[in-house]
């Protein structure tokens, strides 16, 4: 089993920055590929970025690509999406989730943490 905590969301003005944070525990976290996704009110859940077992590769949405960035640190068990120029179609429930091999589908992943909230005002 591994779980799973995100935090760092919250309300931020369009054109800013937030970094959220993802701790795992349980099962050895090196060895999993993480992913983060979000999913806004009526909508189906998003992959936003993943990023392998070593580190490497990363893998991203064209909706994010060059404004969000995938980070872990293995040594405290913790991955990162460092988000900048923020908009207002940012705006949604953010989830980090684990899974033994990388993917862009949500189905695909095992491990889901609960979610924390991002708005973003215009």
């Known amino acids: 089993q591994v779980q799973l905590v995100e935090s760092g969301g919250g309300l931020v003005q369009a054109g800013g920055s937030l970094r959220l944070s993802c701790v795992a525990s349980g099962r050895t976290f090196s060895s999993y590929t993480m992913g983060w996704f979000r999913q806004a009110p009526g909508k189906d859940r998003e992959f936003l970025a993943t990023i392998g077992w070593s580190s490497g590769p990363t893998l991203y949405a064209d909706s994010v690509k060059g404004r969000f960035t995938i980070s872990r640190d293995i040594t405290k068990n913790t991955v990162y999406l460092q988000m900048d120029s923020l908009k207002p179609e940012d705006t949604a429930v953010y989830y980090c989730?684990?899974?033994?091999?990388?993917?862009?589908?949500?189905?695909?992943?095992?491990?889901w943490g609960q979610g924390t909230q991002v708005t973003v005002s215009s």
């Open positions: 989730a684990a899974n033994r091999f990388l993917s862009t589908t949500p189905g695909a992943y095992t491990y």
